[in-house]
C-alpha cells in the first residue's frame, strides 16, 4: 500500500469546505454535494400544472427551454422565441419537462 497522494488529503478537505463557493476547484465537488442541495430545494413547477413560459432558446435535443423563476423547462416541439402555454410532464431535480397546450398559440406555425 503506497499512499503517495496522502500529502494531498489535507487539500482534499479543503477543496471540500470551499467546492460550493468555488465552483471549479476541487474536482470531487459534485460528488453527492450538489445533488442533495437541489433535492431540499422547492420547485417552482409542479407536474399536471399548466404555466405560460417564454421559449427563450433550443437545447441540443431540438426542444425549447423556457424557464419559470430561474428553473430550466425543457418543452418539446418548442420554437425560440415562442409565447406559450405548457403544461408539466415531469419534474426533476434540477429541471423539468413539458409539452405544449393544445389551442395555444404559437408565434410561428405552419
Given amino acids: ?30 460528488r453527492g454535494f450538489g445533488r442533495r442541495e437541489f433535492d431540499n430545494t422547492p420547485k417552482p413547477v409542479e407536474t399536471g400544472k399548466e404555466y405560460d413560459v417564454s421559449i427563450t432558446e433550443i437545447s441540443r435535443k431540438g426542444d425549447g427551454i423556457a424557464r419559470v423563476q430561474g428553473f430550466v423547462i425543457f418543452v418539446k416541439d418548442g420554437k425560440a422565441g415562442q409565447n ?27
Avoid at 423539468?96 to 389551442?103: F, H, K, P, Q, R
Fill in 1 to 30: 500500500m503506497v499512499y503517495d497522494d496522502q500529502k494531498g488529503g489535507a487539500v482534499m478537505s479543503y477543496s471540500g469546505g470551499y467546492g460550493r463557493s468555488n465552483r471549479g476547484y476541487g474536482g470531487g465537488r459534485d
Fill in 84 to 110: 406559450a402555454k405548457v403544461k408539466i410532464t415531469q419534474v426533476g431535480q434540477r429541471f423539468a419537462s413539458a409539452e405544449i397546450v393544445e389551442g395555444s398559440s404559437p408565434t410561428t406555425s405552419e
